[in-house]
């Protein structure tokens, strides 16, 4: 069995902002928020959310979506903790219930590779956009696209630490039901944490978390 492992979220955790919320924000036509909505009162899964919300999503390309990422920014330190995790032989994997056509372009224009990654796919043809989700769990309690409870279990039969990295809504199950070592929490996942007694601890950037499980 391995020492231990760092599961990060991705979008506004490794991300200075949600990536997929700017994203429709900015693109979408109004009614995105309301299926947004539904989503965070957990009415619908995150499969359906994202589908919906693309759907309303005019002229969507790849250019279109290649040109908002050159917008997006990494945490201020994110580079210098993958180096620092890869010197000390820590292994690190991105867990998101994001788009992997996003993550990938992100990290590619930031010059970051071979990190792994779990997460829903989107792929271009000739009809459209395809989101599929190759990590779904019909036993996942709100219906995620990617099943972050179910890929961490997994992970605990390899590891004996897990340390997880989040910031929303997407990783409150993983917070409140599943056993991770560590938690390092901001924003709404903070909140949810501390609101449900939860431990955590709170951080702004990857050079609080280096602080702490790099000493």
Not at 48 to 70: A, H, P, Q, T
Not at 141 to 157: A, F, H, P, Q
Not at 186 to 193: E, I, P, Y
Request: include cysteine.
């Amino acid at each position: 069995m391995k020492e231990k492992i760092i599961i990060s979220d991705f979008d506004g955790t490794i991300t200075k902002k949600d990536t997929l919320y700017h994203f429709f924000k900015e693109h979408a036509s109004n009614g995105w928020m309301t299926v947004e909505k539904l989503w965070k009162e957990r009415k619908i899964g995150s499969k359906e959310c994202l589908i919906r919300e693309f759907e309303l999503v005019e002229n969507l390309s790849e250019k279109l979506i290649d040109k908002f990422i050159d917008t997006l920014e990494l945490d201020c330190y994110f580079k210098d903790f993958i180096k620092i995790s890869k010197e000390k032989n820590v292994d690190f994997i991105i867990v998101s219930d994001g788009i992997d056509y996003f993550i990938n372009r992100v990290l590619e224009k930031n010059n970051i590779k071979n990190l792994k990654i779990i997460s829903n796919t989107g792929k271009f043809y000739d009809d459209g956009f395809e989101i599929t989700c190759p990590f779904e769990f019909s036993g996942c309690k709100v219906n995620s696209g990617t099943c972050k409870c179910k890929v961490v279990e997994n992970l605990r039969d390899e590891y004996k630490e897990l340390i997880y990295i989040g910031d929303g809504t997407s990783d409150f199950c993983v917070a409140e039901n599943v056993g991770i070592n560590k938690l390092f929490a901001k924003d709404s996942l903070f909140d949810f944490c501390t609101n449900k007694k939860i431990d955590c601890v709170k951080y702004n950037t990857f050079k609080d978390i280096a602080n702490i499980i790099f000493q």
